[in-house]
């Protein structure tokens, strides 16, 4: 019920834009509270980003000021504009509800970040 897309492999320093779309299915997109995850090998899921039905938004300290989050309410998207990358974001990345629901995970998309 979530697509996320947009993962590739990015020189250090490169950018990326991650994608996800949710299905029609869900009805109430624009009053939800959306997030962006992420998971590296060996290491627990963590959140990355979160914009509310307002827009305002919260970053892990890891990405602030290199990671932008945004909601396209008509189109049922959330974006993750991800500039200056580090081989330490190299992870699955993932959207969801915020908090999590255990049943929207999906497959998320891989960002490899390597020279």
């Known amino acids: 019920q979530l697509q996320a897309s947009g993962g590739g492999l990015v020189q250090p320093g490169g950018s990326l834009t991650l994608s996800c779309a949710a299905s029609?299915?869900?009805?109430?997109?624009?009053?939800?509270?959306w997030g962006w995850y992420r998971q590296a090998p060996g290491k627990q899921r963590e959140l990355v980003a979160d914009?509310?039905?307002?827009?305002?938004?919260n970053y892990a300290d890891s990405v602030q000021g290199r990671f932008t989050i945004s909601r396209d309410n008509a189109k049922k998207t959330v974006s993750l504009q991800m500039n200056s990358l580090k081989p330490e974001d190299t992870a699955a990345y993932y959207c969801?509800?915020?908090?999590?629901?255990?049943?929207?995970w999906g497959q998320g998309t891989l960002v490899t970040v390597s020279s």
């Open positions: 969801n509800y915020y908090p999590p629901q255990q049943n929207y």
């Open positions: 029609r299915t869900i009805l109430s997109f624009s009053l939800n509270r």
């Open positions: 914009i509310s039905g307002g827009y305002r938004t």
